[in-house]
């Protein structure tokens, strides 16, 4: 496992969107992108997961980056035998 940062950070892409922070995660054979970003409606986190075959991303709003963090952290301390769902239940502020 390799953990890098990038060079771009406050580079611009597309748009209106600007990079805050990038971060790259090499696990065996697939490389992820962690990319903090600020558009003028609010700020996300942009994770890519490339293979050498195909790249698959998810945008993450700032506000649920935390959640993340939380479902993550459930999976890392859990034992094998104490997972008995795929889902965790969080709070949500969804209407």
């Not at 939380?70 to 104490?82: C, L």
Request: net charge negative.
């Amino acid at each position: 496992m390799e953990f890098n940062s990038g060079g771009c950070e406050g580079a611009r892409s597309g748009g209106n969107d600007v990079e805050l922070l990038s971060k790259t995660l090499q696990v065996e054979h697939k490389l992820f992108y962690f990319d903090l970003k600020e558009n003028p409606r609010d700020r996300y986190l942009k994770i890519s997961k490339k293979t050498s075959a195909t790249r698959s991303t998810i945008i993450v709003p700032f506000n649920g980056i935390s959640w993340f963090f939380d479902i993550f952290n459930y999976y890392v301390t859990s034992d094998d035998q104490d997972i008995s769902s795929k889902e965790l239940q969080l709070d949500s502020n969804a209407i």
